[in-house]
């Protein structure tokens, strides 16, 4: 083993020996991308498919605490970036993964991520092909910075739009909300909150194959990240140029998130999730996209939340005292850096 240090430092960004020592030792050997060019070359069968398209995504991560209860940056990057190409439709094959790593960061931690990765990696079906380090000097990053980009095929026949979604289709999420957000904010300590909450990420690619399968006739899906359900709804509602109605009563809720928010004044609707997807079918459908979901584990706890309606273009939601409120984007930065 040629890496000996501890910790980075300038020289293992400056182009020489300590450099090709971190990135072969801590990345290529665990990533194993095909062959060493500056460049990945990309095949695939699924191309050759009449109509088939390709995918392209692309997200920064600079998640704080960088590992967390249920996962850690790496997880983040790679599940972050399958989710980005499976709402649209397309499954997911190749990722890209560039890092920028401040000087003093640990060897260990930077190996714990790489492990995640790859692990993450081969559980969505993707490989980890090409990618890039970059070192700072103290102070000028937090830690590790994680960006990915990733690269999919949309098959014939599919097209997931947000301006699809149409008035009586159904507005389904896979499993319980706010459950990311909730465990950063404790996982930071600054307010001295304890839970045992972990965060909800996950790769959702093959979840949203098996719905496609199932619900041909599926109309868009968007990620819970940043802003949460509330945002989504309302970038469909906007797109479409309908109204979204949901349920109060029929939103899959933690006690524990409930009432952290309720401690802190905040909207559960807004919470972050990395594992969560809001998927609008024909209502025809709606009952084999949600056996379909809920065979897997990352969507066991699926249900249906809401759906589109005409007469107005606003997202809204029926209290459990029956009456309604106006459910808007998020104004603002509720929780930062939780992805």
């Not at 309720?262 to 809001?278: F, K, S, T």
């Amino acid at each position: 083993m040629a890496l000996r240090d501890e910790r980075v430092t300038l020289a293992h960004g400056g182009g020489g020996k300590a450099m090709r020592d971190l990135i072969e030792e801590v990345f290529t050997s665990v990533f194993a991308p095909p062959g060493m060019e500056d460049q990945a070359r990309l095949q695939a069968e699924a191309l050759a498919e009449p109509g088939a398209r390709l995918a392209f995504t692309t997200d920064s991560y600079v998640v704080t605490p960088i590992e967390f209860p249920g996962g850690d940056i790496g997880k983040i990057a790679v599940c972050g970036t399958v989710n980005d190409l499976a709402v649209g439709g397309a499954t997911p094959l190749w990722l890209s993964a560039a890092f920028i790593i401040e000087e003093g960061t640990e060897i260990a931690l930077l190996r714990r991520i790489v492990a995640t990765m790859a692990r993450e990696a081969e559980a969505a079906g993707v490989k980890i092909v090409t990618g890039d380090t970059k070192v700072v000097g103290r102070g000028a990053c937090d830690g590790v910075f994680v960006t990915t980009a990733g690269v999919g095929v949309i098959p014939g026949g599919v097209e997931m739009a947000a301006g699809r979604v149409a008035p009586g289709d159904v507005a389904i999420v896979n499993g319980v909300l706010g459950d990311h957000g909730a465990t950063i904010l404790a996982a930071r300590g600054d307010l001295a909150l304890s839970s045992a909450i972990e965060s909800d990420c996950a790769a959702l690619g093959h979840l949203m194959v098996d719905v496609l399968t199932v619900a041909p006739g599926a109309k868009a899906a968007r990620d819970l990240t940043r802003g949460g359900l509330a945002s989504a709804l309302n970038e469909i509602a906007e797109a479409a140029g309908c109204g979204i109605e949901i349920e109060e009563d029929a939103l899959p809720l933690r006690t524990e998130v409930v009432g952290m928010c309720e401690i802190l004044g905040l909207d559960p609707l807004y919470l972050a999730n990395e594992g969560r997807l809001v998927v609008f079918v024909p209502e025809a459908e709606a009952e084999a996209a949600l056996a379909a979901m809920r065979a897997r584990p990352e969507g066991s706890g699926a249900v249906i939340v809401g759906r589109a309606v005409g007469g107005h273009k606003q997202v809204r939601m029926t209290t459990a005292f029956g009456g309604q409120r106006i459910v808007d984007m998020l104004v603002g930065e509720q929780l930062p850096r939780i992805c």
